[in-house]
Nanobody
Framework: QVQLVESGGGLVQAGGSLRLSCAPSGSIFSISTMDWYRQAPGKQRELVAR???????NYADSVKGRFTISRDNAKNMVYLQMNSLKPEDTAVYYC?????????????WGQGTQVTVSS
């Protein structure tokens, strides 16, 4: 059984910052790519940021220069530092990871954490 648990969401004023964390747990052999997605009301889920197991990153154009994804491979954790937040960043943020278990590789999602940015 593998679980991803996000934390760090909340309500913040425009221009503020939040740091999201994602902690995988369970029988994990290794983790490859880790992502942060978000889904705003009435919109499709979109990729916000991605980091590979060797630290290569890429970002959605809408967050470049404001968000930073990072990971701690020793702890299997991934983070999303969000600065200069805008009301349009309001969404449920999800962690996703490619995880290798005894049974092989799988893609797992967290339950999501709400980020609300007030104007």
């Amino acid at each position: 059984q593998v679980q991803l648990v996000e934390s760090g969401g909340g309500l913040v004023q425009a221009g503020g910052s939040l740091r999201l964390s994602c902690a995988p747990s369970g029988s994990i052999f290794s983790i490859s790519t880790m992502d942060w997605y978000r889904q705003a009301p009435g919109k499709q889920r979109e990729l916000v940021a991605r980091i590979t197991n060797i630290g290569s990153t890429n970002y959605a154009d809408s967050v470049k220069g404001r968000f930073t994804i990072s990971r701690d491979n020793a702890k299997n954790m991934v983070y999303l530092q969000m600065n200069s937040l805008k009301p349009e960043d309001t969404a449920v943020y999800y962690c996703r990871a490619d995880i290798r278990t005894r049974e092989g590789w799988r893609s797992d999602w967290g339950q999501g954490t709400q980020v609300t940015v007030s104007s």
